[in-house]
């Protein structure tokens, strides 16, 4: 007679993770990190210069490229962590670069709205 074997009271260890999903993760977060010190860069040098001859041109040009800079980095952020929450590995550094990129727009859009739409 067949008797059916007891479930086991532990449910079924993850598959291991692979070599190269360590390695793209890692990857990607210090692209992401690379980026939040950019961003940094750019916003201290966006910050630091004084308008010329052409009515601020080159500063709003500057805030335009750092706006599209940080929306691309904030939605690669985002991917990044929920790639890396579905494999398993750990998210720090893309939760800290998705952190560092909302409070630095965050930041950039008070100092927009104080400077130039509340004055």
């Known amino acids: 007679m067949d008797t059916p074997l007891p479930s086991s009271p532990l449910p079924p260890s993850p598959a291991p993770i692979s070599r190269a999903a360590v390695w793209a993760s890692r990857l990607l977060n ?4 690379a980026l939040c010190v950019a961003l940094v860069a750019l916003s201290y040098y966006s910050f630091t210069l004084y308008c010329e001859n052409f009515g ?3 500063k709003g040009l500057l805030w335009m490229l750092w706006a599209v800079l940080a929306a691309a980095g ?14 398993g590995l750990g998210t720090r550094a ?3 670069a998705f952190a560092l990129v909302s409070v ?5 859009l008070l100092f927009w709205l104080v400077t130039t739409v509340l004055r």
């Open 30 to 33: 210090v692209l992401l990190l």
């Open 104 to 108: 630095m727009g965050v930041g950039h």
């Open 94 to 96: 893309s939760g800290l």
């Open 56 to 58: 601020c041109l080159g």
């Open 74 to 87: 904030w939605a690669m952020a985002w991917a990044v962590r929920a790639w890396q929450r579905r494999r």
